[in-house]
């Protein structure tokens, strides 16, 4: 499987670009349906004039880079990492209160429940935080759009003067939430989060060199992989306990998330090198998600009173909105097959 990046494409490509920055705030904090605003259109609307540059332009950015430098998911995953970390670390500083959107009485029991000693970090906040923007901010919406996007899913979608225009955008955001949700966090908790992002800047920049070395010698496993059904069910299934886990206010649920998190590294890892894995696989991890996201959705009670019609109106437009994708995505992968380009750091590995 070559990781070697991809020049940039003859035009810039605004639809994908335009589809991430939407999908991308809607997938960290529409599809679950936790605040009031599930109930009124209008403020879900309005929401993305914030949360668009703040999620999508983050998401686009990081996904240029690592296109660019040809490491593969690998390399999204390690630079969505450092993303979620600057978000809940530096800008909403969620990572260091423990009463964070404490609205919830149930939720609020569960906060500071698992401490993580000298840091001022619970254990299960780092996960649900870092970890809900590493999958559901990021990437799970990356590998949506690629899917969607056809022959350039796997080329950088955006010149200079584009990726120009969504830092500033992405600056904006981030400054408006900072001033009206920081948490004030301590000097030494953002100088150790900002050191974590550079690292794994760092660490992203070294798996890429280090995979475009490897991919001149390596073989893939010869063996069959998994069908694309049977990675949809078991990332279905590994991410729904991490979601029934999480905030269970005790350090077993923390060590099932950690657990399921290890065990779906691991399946993904193994089942990415094998010789049929592609792009309707990458495609079934992040609709696993989604579709995990967006069911329990309707289980989950708004921090805040919301009409129970509109409520069940919303979260069923969400899982509707999810489904129309993913099989609008699984058909623009399919055909017509003459046209789609050879996978090309698709897999994890």
């Known amino acids: 499987m070559s990781t070697a990046p991809h020049r940039a494409g003859r035009r810039t490509a605004w639809l994908p670009v335009l589809g991430l920055i939407l999908l991308s705030p809607v997938c960290a904090e529409y599809l679950i349906g936790?605040?009031?605003?599930i109930g009124d259109p209008v403020a879900?609307?309005?929401?993305?004039?914030?949360?668009?540059?703040?999620?999508?332009?983050?998401?686009v950015l990081l996904r240029e880079v690592a296109r660019r430098l040809g490491g593969g998911w690998p390399t999204v995953l390690l630079l969505a990492c450092a993303a979620g970390l600057i978000q809940a670390g530096l800008i909403d500083q969620s990572l260091f209160s423990l009463t964070f959107s404490?609205?919830?009485?149930?939720?609020?029991?569960a906060q500071g429940a698992t401490p993580i000693p000298g840091t001022g970090v619970d254990a299960d906040q780092l996960l649900s935080f870092v970890g809900g923007h590493v999958i559901w901010s990021f990437a799970?919406?990356?590998?949506?759009?690629?899917?969607?996007?056809?022959?350039?899913?796997?080329e950088p979608w955006l010149g200079p003067?584009?990726?120009?225009?969504?830092?500033?955008?992405?600056?904006?955001?981030?400054?408006?939430v900072h001033d009206g949700e920081a948490e004030g966090a301590a000097p030494a908790q953002?100088?150790?989060?900002?050191?974590?992002?550079?690292?794994?800047?760092?660490?992203?920049?070294?798996?890429?060199?280090?995979?475009?070395?490897?991919?001149?010698?390596?073989?893939?496993?010869?063996?069959?992989g998994p069908a694309p059904l049977t990675v949809l069910l078991a990332t279905g299934g590994l991410l729904l306990a991490t979601q029934l886990a999480s905030g269970v206010g005790a350090w077993i649920g923390v060590a099932v998330v950690a657990a399921a998190l290890v065990a779906l590294g691991t399946l993904l890892a193994r089942w990415s090198r094998r010789r049929s894995w592609g792009?309707?696989?990458?495609?079934?991890?992040?609709?696993?998600?989604?579709?995990?996201?967006?069911?329990?959705?309707?289980?989950?009670?708004?921090?805040?009173?919301?009409?129970?019609?509109?409520?069940?109106f919303a979260n069923g437009a969400m899982l509707?909105?999810?489904?129309?994708?993913?099989?609008?995505?699984?058909?623009?992968?399919?055909?017509?097959?003459?046209?789609?380009?050879?996978s090309s750091g698709t897999g994890p590995g």
């Open 161 to 176: 003067g584009g990726l120009a225009l969504l830092v500033p955008a992405y600056l904006v955001a981030a400054a408006v």
């Open 34 to 37: 936790y605040d009031t605003t």
């Open 279 to 312: 792009p309707p696989h990458v495609l079934a991890v992040a609709g696993a998600a989604l579709l995990v996201r967006a069911g329990l959705s309707f289980q989950v009670e708004p921090l805040g009173v919301v009409d129970p019609a509109m409520k069940l």
């Open 102 to 109: 404490a609205e919830d009485p149930a939720w609020a029991q």
């Open 44 to 59: 879900l609307l309005a929401g993305l004039v914030i949360l668009g540059p703040l999620y999508g332009a983050p998401a």
């Open 140 to 154: 799970a919406p990356i590998a949506v759009v690629e899917a969607l996007s056809g022959p350039r899913r796997s």
């Open 320 to 342: 509707t909105l999810s489904v129309l994708l993913l099989v609008l995505a699984a058909r623009r992968l399919s055909s017509p097959p003459g046209r789609e380009e050879p």
């Open 190 to 224: 953002l100088v150790a989060t900002a050191l974590l992002v550079i690292g794994l800047g760092t660490a992203a920049v070294g798996w890429a060199r280090r995979s475009l070395r490897r991919s001149r010698s390596a073989t893939p496993d010869p063996r069959q």
